[in-house]
């Protein structure tokens, strides 16, 4: 039966309100269901209590509520959390929560496995199987939002787009996902606190420039010079560094909002002198600061970590250069939960 169900969150609270009244039920039936679906989240039909029971029966027998299952959840000796998410054809993704003194933050996958290649990422070793939709992005940020509350009192403060997957090409679910996430009717979230983070697909960030989005951008630069960056990210051939220069600065022009570039330094790879100098120029062209990131290792160790006095150059050249400059350190790497990592283990 099930595959004549509609998935009822597909449904807008329009569309739900012209189901009722469509049935000789009060449109206001839809505003209830619309409710349950998205603020309260419900799971089954079963748990919209303010509902009759005929009314829940009527929807179970014409609706299907596809949602995601967190399958295995580990802890960090950090106190970060690692979620595998199953969805509702049997593919898992992986979404993370991580804990600080103060804040909260989501870390949530777009796509199961990632269409692009970047050499030194563990997700890019699983080829893209599908899109995730809006709602089992928007599901992940609601898991995390109540593991936060319960083993942290508090609900989530941020988001990144930093698990598995591309999101600029998964755009329009991405951009409807996080418009649930910010809308009253969802979690009313600032998209202040939103971060997408993207290896750089100039077109796309065109389009979101266009749109005048409101969160924040991060891209994965790790080198500013094009013969490197196609060594390890190799679709920087099809978008090179000039179409991505232009883009950003697009994207500042239009949104008024500083870039941030994730970065890595790697031995023997973007150690040098003339790698920062590249990415000071690379700074320039748009208001932004560098995220410098810790590399965690996924496997032979054909890509290391560099030493700290190359990260020491890099964070004197551009600091010398006025441009903000921060380490992150990794988070969760004990449960393969850090940056780069996510490639369903389990
Ligand atoms: N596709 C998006 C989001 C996912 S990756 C993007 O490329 O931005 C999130 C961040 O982790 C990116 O900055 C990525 O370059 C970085 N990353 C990937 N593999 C890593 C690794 N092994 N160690 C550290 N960071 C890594």
Same mark, same amino acid.
């Given at each position: 039966?099930?595959?004549? @169900?509609?998935?009822? %969150?597909?449904? *807008? ?41 005929? *009314? ?28 595998? !998410? ?5 593919? !898992? ?41 809006? $709602? ?5 940020? !609601?898991?995390? $939002?109540?593991?936060?509350?319960? &083993? ?51 077109? #796309? ?8 989005? @409101?969160?924040?951008?991060?891209v994965s630069l790790h080198?500013a010079?094009? +013969?490197? %960056? ?12 000039? $179409? ?5 600065? &697009? ?6 909002? %500083?870039?941030?570039y994730e970065y ?30 810790? &590399? ?9 970590? +560099?030493?700290?006095?190359?990260? @020491? #150059? ?16 990794? %988070?969760?790497?004990?449960? $393969? ?8 283990? *389990?």
């Open positions: 039966m099930k595959g004549d @169900k509609r998935d009822i %969150r597909a449904l *807008t609270k329009e569309q739900l309100r012209a189901f009722f009244e469509d049935r000789g039920d009060k449109a206001f039936r839809g505003n209830q269901v619309y409710e349950w679906l998205w603020q309260k989240a419900a799971h089954t039909f079963d748990a919209m209590t303010n509902l009759s029971k005929e *009314t829940r029966q009527m929807l179970e027998d014409n609706f299907v509520i596809n949602h995601i299952k967190v399958d295995t959840m580990q802890r960090s000796s950090d106190g970060t959390i690692k979620n595998a !998410v199953k969805l509702h054809d049997g593919l !898992v993704v992986e979404s993370v929560l991580i804990p600080t003194e103060t804040r909260t933050t989501a870390c949530v996958s777009s796509q199961v496995g990632c269409s692009l290649d970047c050499r030194f990422c563990a997700t890019s070793r699983l080829k893209r199987m599908r899109n995730l939709n809006p $709602d089992e992005i928007y599901d992940q940020v !609601v898991a995390i $939002d109540n593991q936060s509350r319960l &083993y942290f009192d508090r609900p989530l403060s941020n988001i990144v787009f930093m698990g598995m997957g591309e999101p600029l090409m998964n755009y329009n679910n991405v951009l409807k996902a996080i418009a649930k996430i910010t809308s009253p009717e969802g979690l009313g979230m600032s998209p202040k606190r939103i971060t997408v983070s993207t290896s750089g697909v100039p077109k #796309m960030i065109r389009k979101m420039a266009d749109e005048e989005v @409101k969160f924040k951008l991060a080198s010079i094009d +013969a490197v %960056r196609t060594s390890i990210m190799p679709f920087n051939a099809t978008f090179p560094l000039k $179409d991505l220069r232009e883009a950003l600065e &697009y994207w500042y022009s239009k949104t008024k909002n %500083r870039i941030t890595v330094v790697w031995k023997g790879i973007n150690d040098t002198q003339e790698a920062v100098d590249a990415l000071v120029r690379f700074c320039r062209f748009a208001p932004s600061k560098v995220n410098l990131i810790e &590399y965690n290792p996924i496997d032979d160790g054909e890509f290391q970590q +560099a030493d700290d006095l190359a990260i @020491k #150059m890099y964070q004197d050249t551009l600091q010398d250069n006025g441009i903000t400059v921060t380490v992150r350190r990794s %988070r969760g790497k004990d449960i $393969d939960a850090a940056c780069g990592q996510l490639a369903n283990k *389990t």
